[in-house]
């Protein structure tokens, strides 16, 4: 193993069968032809984003860090444990009768169903990698992406939960108390709708202020959205504003996230990424930098030395730049093996960062968090 790694690995668990997973073309993921377009351009949740993030690893200067893993399909009774049954039965019966939009820009044509099983079967590995010690950090580079998914909802370009289902089978396999700390540029609400419930699982999520988009994603990834019942205080909404940046994010992991897992103390934790927080992305406006993604992924690096014995399992979500969330992958991977120094330059870095109105937010939030959240109170 080359010097670069300074002996640390990271378990990548992939499988080529995702990129089976057509999503067609049309007015960006509307999957419609206006007619008047001369060029329709491909959903953003193409496999073309993945094929980069796959090769990126592949051939790119973190290369030797990376132990490629086989994903495998799931079996529709591991889906169980997050999903409801008819909610199964009823994307099964999708399959069957040759595919359909299941909800606006989601859509499960011939093929995606298949992908969908790789997707949550691949995650649940690389959990499974972790649980039984065969290395302390894994990457599930899964596609369809997951976050958005609800026990009983697709939603968002997701089926199934593929973070949600490796929290689950965490804490049937014995761990105590999962966190998962959300960055894709969404709102986590299928992950956190799933663990709405229970204090087991601090669910976190930062994501620009985007509100409910209708039936399919009622919640609106508000800070007063805390959890019910045992749950309360255990689903952490951290919604930034647009243009929040480098600073902006790190100032909102340092003053929010950190401190609520140095109190809620897992023994597992779970980073769900999406490079659709970029600043280059077609989804969102959140102006992320590889610089930005690098230091988020150094300071779960630090969280999970000092509560989960070193384990982060890091999921796939969003991120639609075809080049760009490549290498924002690379960089976030960079930061989660705390090497020493950046390995690749950021090629198109150029926006300006002006944090004041995201420190001005992340200050209401800590606020309000002190207020209102039990297990927060005085901190
Ligand atoms: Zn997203």
Not at 58 to 80: D, F, H, M, N
Not at 217 to 240: A, F, K, T
Not at 289 to 312: C, F, P, W
Request: glycine letters at 12%.
């Amino acid at each position: 193993m080359a010097a670069v790694c300074s002996n640390k690995m990271i378990g990548v668990f992939w499988h080529e069968g995702m990129l089976n997973h057509e999503t067609g073309k049309g007015v960006f993921d509307s999957g419609i032809d206006p007619g008047f377009l001369d060029v329709l351009e491909k959903h953003p949740e193409n496999s073309d984003r993945i094929k980069n993030m796959v090769s990126i690893l592949l051939k790119g200067p973190i290369s030797p860090c990376i132990s490629w893993q086989a994903g495998r399909p799931a079996q529709v009774t591991e889906l169980l444990s997050f999903h409801a049954p008819e909610y199964i039965d009823e994307l099964i019966e999708a399959d069957k009768q040759g595919g359909k939009m299941i909800c606006a820009g989601t859509f499960l044509n011939p093929g995606s169903w298949d992908a969908a099983l790789l997707a949550a079967g691949t995650t649940l590995s690389a959990m499974k990698h972790i649980l039984d010690g065969h290395g302390k950090l894994a990457y599930a580079l899964v596609r369809p992406p997951g976050h958005h998914a609800q026990p009983k909802q697709a939603d968002g370009y997701c089926f199934l939960n593929n973070a949600g289902l490796a929290v689950q089978l965490a804490l049937d396999s014995g761990c105590k108390k999962v966190t998962v700390i959300d960055i894709d540029v969404h709102y986590g609400n299928g992950t956190a709708e799933g663990f709405y419930r229970t204090d087991k699982v601090l669910t976190v999520s930062l994501h620009m202020n985007h509100g409910s988009w209708g039936p399919s994603h009622p919640q609106n990834g508000s800070v007063g959205e805390l959890g019910e019942g045992e749950g309360y205080g255990y689903n952490l909404n951290i919604p930034l504003p647009n243009g929040t940046g480098d600073k902006g994010y790190g100032y909102a992991m340092k003053e929010l996230v950190v401190p609520a897992i140095h109190k809620f103390e897992p023994d597992m934790i779970v980073l769900v990424v999406g490079q659709d927080s970029s600043a280059f992305d077609p989804n969102g406006r959140q102006c992320l930098t590889m610089d930005g993604y690098r230091e988020i992924g150094r300071i779960v690096h630090s969280l999970a030395n000092k509560h989960s014995g070193g384990q982060i399992l890091i999921v796939q979500e969003g991120g639609y730049h075809i080049t760009y969330s490549a290498y924002c992958l690379h960089a976030i991977l960079e930061g989660v093996l705390d090497l020493p120094q950046p390995l690749l330059c950021d090629p198109i870095a150029y926006y300006p960062e002006d944090e004041a109105f995201a420190v001005e937010l992340v200050e209401a939030t800590r606020k309000y968090h002190k207020e209102t959240v039990p297990f927060l109170k005085g901190t």
